[in-house]
C-alpha cells in the first residue's frame, strides 16, 4: 500500500482548522481592525465624547466592583470547602458551580423571577406588607453586582482551594508552636501562599466582568451601558458601524491586555502539584465552626440555588392582583407552555416562540457537527506530529480572548455581501450564526478532546503500530473508542455553548430566525403578564436543555455529589 498520499493528507488536515478560523474568526476580526484604523475621523470622536468615555469608565468600574464582591463572597466559601466536612457539602459545591455553564439570560430571568419587580420576593412582601409596592432590584447596579457574584464564585473557590490543597499544613501549625495566634499564623503564613492563586482568579473574573453583555443589558437596563452593550446599541439602534468599529477595537485592546496580564502571571506563579498530604476536611466541633457552616450552606443555597428554582416555578403560575382588595392571586397554569405554539393575532410577520425552539436547537446540531469535524482530525494530528501543537494550538484558542458581541460585528463587516451562487445578501440568511457558536465553541471542544487523548500512553499507538496498523486504522480502533466519554462532553459543551450563546446571536439573529435566548430577551423586554410568562417558559426548556448538557459534561461529579 502506497502511504505517501495518506502522509500528504495527514499534512494538509491542519488547513481544516486554520483555514476555518481564518474565514471566520481573523478576517472579521481583521475588518474590524483595518475599519477602524483607517477612519481616523471614527477613533477621534468616540475619545472626544464625554458620553463614551463614561461608558469605558462604567466598564472598569462595574468590573472592579463585582470582582471585589466576588473574592469577598468566594473566599469564605473556599474555607466552607476546603477545611469543613458536612452532609450535602459535594452538592452545594456542584450549586456553586453551576451557574458558570449556564447562559446569560437564564442567569437574568432567574434574577428577575426572584427578586425582581414581579419576583417572589417581592411578591412575598406585597402580599404581607399592607401598603408594600415592592422595592426595585433590576435596572440598578446591584443586580449586574449580584448576577456577576453568581456567575463567577466558582472561579475564585476552585483556584484558592486548588492552591490551598498544595500548601503543607506543618507550615501553619509551626507557626502556632512558635507562639503566634490563629489569626497571626493565618495572614503571615497561609494567606501569603494563597495570595497569587487569589490574584490570579481575580485577573479571571474581571476579564469576564469587563466583557459581560447579557447581565448588564438584561438586568442594567438602557441606563447602565458598558463598552460592550455600547457595540450592540451603535450597531443595532444607532447604525453607527464606524462607532461600533471603534469600541470594538477599544475591547480587543483591553482584553489582549488582560490576557498577557493573566498569561505571564500564570506562567510566574503557577507551581507544580505538591506530593504532601494536604489537611483532611473535618467535622465542624466547636460551636462557631458549627454556625460557619450552617449559615454559609444557608447562604449558598437561597443565592445559588433559589433564583434558579424561580424560574420553573414562575413558569406554571399565574400572578395577578385582586380588584379592589389589594391582594394578590397565584393560580397553576399551563398557559404560558402553550402560548408558545399559537399566533394569536393570525399575524403575518409574527413568529411563534416554538420556531426559536426548533432554530435553536437546529444551530446547536450544526455547531456539534462542525466541531466535532474540525476537533478530531486536529487533535488526532497533534497526537502524531506534537511539534505542530506548539505553534498551531495557540491560535486555535483565540478566540476566547474575544467577545462574542465583537465577533458578531465581524461577522457584519465582513459579510455583507452577495456571492453569485446564493443570489442574497449573507446577512439575510440564517447561515452564519452556526459558524459564529462554531468559532466561539471550538476551543472548549479541541481542550476537552485534546486533555483526553493526551493521556492514552503512547505506547498503545506504539504496539499497534507494530502490529502493522496505519494511522487512519490507529485513529478508528484505538483512538476514537478510548475518547468516547470526552466525545460526549466535548458534544455536550458544543450544544450548550450555542444554545444558550446571546452575544453574537444578538446582532446576527434576524426576526424570522430568531434563537431561544433572543426570543427571550425580547418577551422578557415587553410589558404584559402573558409576555413575562412565556419569557419564563422559554426559560424554563432553556434550563432544562442546558441542565442536559451540564449534566453530560459534569455527570462523574453528580455521581459522586
Not at 107 to 119: H, L, R, T
Not at 175 to 182: D, W, Y
Not at 360 to 371: E, P, R
Request: glycine share 6%; net charge positive.
Amino acid at each position: 500500500m502506497n502511504i505517501k498520499p495518506l502522509k500528504h493528507l495527514t499534512n494538509l488536515m491542519i488547513l481544516l482548522p486554520l483555514g476555518f478560523l481564518a474565514a471566520f474568526y481573523f478576517l472579521p476580526i481583521g475588518e474590524i481592525l483595518a475599519r477602524s484604523l483607517i477612519n481616523l475621523n471614527a477613533v477621534l470622536e468616540v475619545f472626544a465624547s464625554e458620553r463614551l468615555a463614561g461608558v469605558i469608565r462604567f466598564t472598569f468600574y462595574q468590573a472592579f466592583l463585582s470582582t471585589l464582591l466576588t473574592v469577598l463572597i468566594a473566599i469564605p466559601l473556599a474555607v466552607l470547602f476546603h477545611f469543613y466536612k458536612f452532609k450535602l457539602r459535594s452538592f452545594l459545591y456542584l450549586l456553586v458551580g453551576i451557574p458558570f455553564m449556564l447562559p446569560t439570560v437564564v442567569v437574568a430571568a432567574a434574577f428577575n423571577a426572584f427578586i425582581g419587580v414581579n419576583g417572589w420576593v417581592n411578591l412575598l412582601l406585597r402580599s404581607t406588607l399592607p401598603g408594600f409596592q415592592g422595592f426595585t432590584f433590576t435596572g440598578t447596579l446591584w443586580a449586574i453586582l449580584f448576577a456577576h457574584v453568581f456567575y463567577n464564585t466558582i472561579i475564585v473557590v476552585r483556584m484558592t482551594r486548588a492552591a490551598w490543597e498544595n500548601l503543607n499544613p506543618d507550615l501553619e501549625s509551626a507557626a502556632r508552636a512558635l507562639g503566634s495566634s490563629p489569626f497571626t499564623a493565618w495572614h503571615t503564613v497561609t494567606l501569603p501562599n494563597l495570595l497569587p492563586a487569589i490574584l490570579a482568579a481575580s485577573l479571571l473574573v474581571f476579564f469576564f466582568d469587563f466583557t459581560s453583555f447579557g447581565v448588564i443589558l438584561m438586568l442594567g437596563g438602557p441606563q447602565f451601558s458598558t463598552i460592550e452593550t455600547e457595540i450592540y446599541k451603535q450597531t443595532m439602534n444607532f447604525l453607527d458601524l464606524n462607532t461600533a468599529g471603534v469600541l470594538s477595537l477599544i475591547q480587543i485592546l483591553f482584553s489582549t491586555i488582560f490576557s498577557i496580564i493573566y498569561s505571564h502571571y500564570l506562567s510566574r506563579n503557577q507551581n507544580p502539584p505538591s506530593k504532601i498530604k494536604h489537611r483532611a476536611a473535618k467535622n465542624p466541633d466547636h460551636w462557631r465552626e458549627k454556625v460557619f457552616v450552617l449559615f454559609s450552606g444557608m447562604f449558598t443555597i437561597i443565592f445559588f440555588l433559589l433564583p434558579i428554582l424561580s424560574v420553573p416555578i414562575r413558569s406554571v403560575l399565574s400572578i395577578s392582583p385582586v380588584r379592589g382588595s389589594g391582594e394578590i392571586k397565584a393560580e397553576f397554569t399551563t398557559h404560558f407552555f402553550s402560548a408558545l405554539f399559537q399566533n394569536p393575532r393570525d399575524s403575518y410577520f409574527f413568529v411563534p416562540p416554538y420556531q426559536a425552539i426548533w432554530n435553536s436547537l437546529s444551530y446547536a446540531g450544526i455547531t456539534i457537527l462542525l466541531c466535532l469535524l474540525i476537533a478530531i482530525p486536529t487533535v488526532i494530528l497533534f497526537r502524531q506530529k506534537p511539534e505542530l501543537k506548539k505553534w498551531v494550538e495557540p491560535a486555535l484558542v483565540l478566540p476566547l480572548g474575544t467577545s462574542s458581541v465583537t465577533l458578531g460585528l465581524g461577522y457584519i463587516l465582513f459579510f455583507n455581501f452577495t456571492p453569485f451562487w446564493l443570489g442574497s445578501n449573507l446577512l439575510t440568511t440564517p447561515l452564519l450564526l452556526p459558524f459564529a457558536h462554531t468559532t466561539i465553541a471550538l476551543p472548549f471542544v479541541l481542550r476537552s478532546i485534546l486533555t483526553a487523548l493526551e493521556q492514552i500512553p503512547a505506547s498503545y499507538a506504539s504496539a499497534a503500530a507494530v502490529l502493522g496498523a496505519d494511522a487512519w486504522q490507529r485513529a478508528r480502533t484505538l483512538y476514537l473508542p478510548m475518547l468516547k466519554k470526552p466525545l460526549l462532553s466535548a458534544t455536550a459543551f458544543s450544544f450548550t455553548i450555542s444554545l444558550g450563546e446571546f452575544g453574537a446571536a444578538s446582532l446576527l439573529t434576524r426576526p424570522d430566525y430568531p434563537t431561544l435566548p433572543t426570543a427571550i430577551y425580547r418577551f422578557i423586554s415587553q410589558p404584559g403578564a402573558s409576555n413575562y410568562g412565556q419569557a419564563m417558559a422559554m426559560t424554563t426548556i432553556l434550563l432544562v436543555f442546558c441542565g442536559i448538557g451540564i449534566f453530560m459534561i459534569e455527570r462523574d461529579s453528580f455521581k459522586s455529589a
